[in-house]
């Protein structure tokens, strides 16, 4: 009995100093990645709206730096194994450009990762060299062998850049976003571009990116000295309902966007 009773002190004694002490009891979360070069321009995975990861098969998958040289990284994709606890380097290069950074869709058919060159401030280079180039990579799955293959490469644009991101809609085509400062050099936009058609479900050629991107742009906060992008796309702005807009454009002075709309008057009456 005496045996017993010291047993269930030890425990609850256990179980205090792991509440008092979490973090020496557990400090570490996760599983670590591979090690990479001071070349990266800081940490290649940790900040910024750009995902790595993705859910595909039972298993999680991550494209991540490998080192290649003392001064030198490319980009794979990488597999979690379980057991053991380790990421497992698939061999597939995403990108071979150092200092890159990566945004990964996962479509349940298809792997779109947007991969630019990055800069702290995305500053407008007049004479950008290919290796600058954001770029849009597709890739298919095989589940027997666990690898993907790579279709095929698409621009997206020109510039380096501090983030990129895409998603896709409905019809299939990938859409891109990032900031960039025009080419006067005075102030920094937000651009947007798509592909050619249904990049998903499609031919390779649908996901080419002919258009030229384009802009909105950042509005100066009215109190502090960082910039607030200011979403001014006309087709998100007439998605709100009508009260909705008019509260907006009087708000921030959205003059070009207070224009009456075809969705603002009302119905035409039907035909005697």
């Excluded at 945004?103 to 990762?113: M, Y």
């Excluded at 990938?174 to 058609?197: C, F, L, M, P, R």
């Amino acid at each position: 009995m005496r045996g017993r009773v010291i047993c269930a002190c030890a425990i609850v004694c256990g179980l205090f100093v792991a509440l008092l002490v979490p973090g020496v009891v557990r400090a570490d979360i996760g599983i670590p990645g591979p090690a990479y070069t001071g070349g990266t321009s800081g940490p290649p995975t940790t900040s910024k709206p750009e995902s790595k990861l993705w859910f595909n098969d039972g298993f999680w998958w991550a494209v991540m730096a490998k080192r290649v040289s003392a001064t030198n990284n490319d980009y794979h994709i990488f597999r979690l194994s379980l057991r053991p606890q380790r990421w497992i380097d698939t061999g597939v290069v995403v990108d071979g450009r150092d200092s890159t950074r990566q945004d990964v869709l996962w479509t349940g058919s298809k792997l779109f990762v947007a991969s630019h060159k990055f800069v702290d401030v995305s500053n407008f280079d007049s004479t950008p060299t290919t290796g600058d180039q954001m770029r849009l990579y597709r890739f298919s799955y095989s589940a027997g062998s666990n690898t993907y293959s790579l279709d095929g490469t698409a621009v997206i644009n020109e510039q380096k850049s501090e983030a990129l991101v895409i998603d896709r809609d409905s019809t299939g085509a990938i859409w891109a976003t990032w900031v960039q400062e025009d080419s006067g050099g005075t102030q920094h936009h937000v651009y947007v571009n798509k592909s050619n058609g249904n990049c998903v479900g499609g031919v390779l050629t649908n996901c080419d990116l002919p258009h030229q991107p384009e802009s909105g742009f950042l509005r100066p906060r009215l109190r502090g000295h960082e910039d607030e992008v200011h979403r001014t796309d006309e087709a998100r702005h007439r998605a709100q309902p009508p009260c909705r807009r008019r509260r907006v454009e009087q708000q921030h002075g959205l003059a070009s966007l207070a224009r009456p709309h075809p969705s603002d008057r009302p119905p035409r009456p039907a035909a005697q």
